[in-house]
């Protein structure tokens, strides 16, 4: 069995403390773009699954400069403990859609500070032009560039489902494209979309074992007040997994993952106010314990279960 550190799967604080000496923590940016998936570009509600905020509900206030956003996260994470090593999060709807001089000032303002150590921006894999591409291959010379793409499944009709509005094809040449120029990519994929079971998030994980992505957030589905999902889950209820039920659909995940890929979450916790379903999702440290516990008692660990080369 391999160990990362007190954990049985490649976290991020393990990653961090053995490539940078020390743990980083996030500082959540808001850059004030918005999404073509709500503009009319492509559609205008948005992934049915997302907040008005576009995801970013932790994030900083758009009023602000990035420079006074990553101040005053900064304080905040610092009143807790001694820390001086952060990651510039840009997290709210899709940080790369916009001009490629509003992207530079942004980001070279994020990454001017000496205490942020790397630059991670969340985005659709349909926003990356390969202007933008150029830009984030400069930025990447300078500090560590992480872009996290929200695939969620491999499943078409889920996609659909969530109008997620990009293919499938669309994704690959957005990881073709990032890794060319060097720069780390980390996959979101939810688990428990409505219709999809067990084989088919495995799917997902067997597919993105092949791709040469770096890193991966797993989450439960959230529903949230004032989405179109949860109008839908009012309307006809589906199944939402329990605490017990996610701790071993998450544990299988891990055993099924390549053993190198960084995993940056394995469970989320959704605004407290807006949080409709599943309720035991806000006891994040509860649930934490709970999946490091089942894979100590099950004996599972990252990899256990990926049998190397995915035919």
């Known amino acids: 069995?391999?160990?990362w550190g007190e954990k049985r799967y490649n976290s991020l604080d393990y990653y961090c403390k053995t490539t940078?000496?020390?743990?980083?923590?996030?500082?959540v940016l808001n850059g004030g773009m918005s999404c073509p998936n709500r503009d009319g570009t492509i559609g205008v509600?948005?992934?049915?699954?997302?907040?008005?905020?576009g995801s970013g509900d932790f994030a900083g206030s758009p009023e602000q400069?990035?420079?006074q956003q990553l101040i005053r996260g900064k304080d905040q994470l610092k009143q807790k403990r001694p820390i001086h090593?952060?990651?510039?999060?840009?997290q709210a709807f899709t940080n790369t859609y916009g001009s490629v001089e509003y992207l530079r000032h942004i980001f070279m303002e994020a990454i001017a500070d000496p205490e942020v150590r790397i630059l991670s921006i969340a985005t659709r894999p349909d926003c990356l032009g390969d202007d933008v591409l150029e830009l984030l291959a400069e930025l990447n010379q300078i500090k560590p560039v992480w872009v996290e793409l929200g695939l969620q499944t491999i499943h078409t009709s889920t996609a659909a489902y969530i109008r997620r509005g990009y293919t499938l094809d669309v994704f690959d040449r957005a990881v073709s494209g990032l890794r060319r120029i060097g720069v780390d990519v980390i996959v979101h994929v939810i688990l428990g979309l409505p219709g999809e079971d067990s084989a088919q998030i495995a799917d997902t994980l067997h597919y993105l074992n092949r791709m040469d992505i770096q890193g991966i957030k797993l989450q439960m589905l959230h529903v949230l007040k004032g989405t179109d999902l949860a109008a839908d889950y009012q309307a006809h209820p589906f199944w939402i997994p329990s605490m017990e039920e996610y701790v071993e659909l998450v544990s299988t995940c891990i055993a099924q993952l390549r053993p190198d890929i960084v995993v940056h979450r394995i469970t989320g916790d959704g605004p407290s106010d807006?949080?409709?379903?599943?309720?035991?999702?806000?006891?994040?440290?509860?649930?934490?314990n709970n999946i490091n516990k089942y894979l100590k008692e099950q004996d599972i660990?990252?990899?256990?279960?990926?049998?190397?080369?995915?035919s």
């Open 1 to 3: 069995m391999r160990r």
């Open 20 to 27: 940078y000496g020390e743990k980083l923590y996030k500082v």
């Open 45 to 53: 509600g948005g992934c049915i699954f997302c907040s008005a905020q």
């Open 65 to 67: 400069t990035i420079t």
């Open 85 to 90: 090593s952060f990651i510039a999060y840009f």
């Open 274 to 288: 807006l949080l409709i379903a599943p309720v035991w999702s806000s006891s994040k440290r509860t649930v934490l």
């Open 301 to 310: 660990w990252q990899g256990k279960f990926y049998a190397g080369k995915e």
